[in-house]
């Protein structure tokens, strides 16, 4: 059974930076596509990033140039690093993983769904303030 537990969300203002944490149960005994998604109040769930086995990153083009997204194998652990927030950053934050791809990434990041990942984490909400 694959866990997957994030931490770091918080309270900030417009442009100061957060950064998540993922610690996944399962990291090094498989490979993973690794993402993360955010929900907005109100609205769908949606990929901001991702990274593949070999370290390969995508990115939503709204969080380019701001969110770096990283993975420490070493400590089972995957980063989000968010500088320069804007209000419309605000939302519940998941990590997401899935092994189908035998640890790459398929498909467009804007176009994935909840159900092309099979694993995650309970959220961690990121609250950006104007």
């Known amino acids: 059974q694959v866990q997957l537990v994030e931490s770091g969300g918080g309270s900030v203002q417009t442009g100061g930076s957060l950064k998540l944490s993922c610690v996944v149960s399962?990291?090094?005994?498989?490979?993973?596509?690794l993402a993360w998604f955010r929900q907005a109040p109100g609205k769908e769930r949606q990929a901001v990033a991702s990274i593949d086995v070999d370290g390969g990153t995508t990115y939503r083009d709204s969080v380019k140039g701001r969110f770096t997204i990283m993975k420490d194998n070493a400590k089972s652990t995957l980063y989000l690093q968010m500088d320069a927030l804007k209000p419309e950053d605000t939302g519940t934050y998941y990590c997401?993983?899935?092994?189908?791809?035998?640890?790459?990434?398929?498909?467009?990041?804007?176009?994935?769904?909840?159900?092309?990942?099979?694993?995650w984490g309970q959220g961690t909400q990121v609250t950006v303030s104007s």
């Open positions: 997401a993983a899935d092994d189908g791809g035998i640890g790459y990434c398929f498909g467009a990041l804007d176009l994935w769904e909840d159900s092309d990942f099979a694993h």
């Open positions: 399962t990291f090094n005994s498989k490979k993973y596509c």
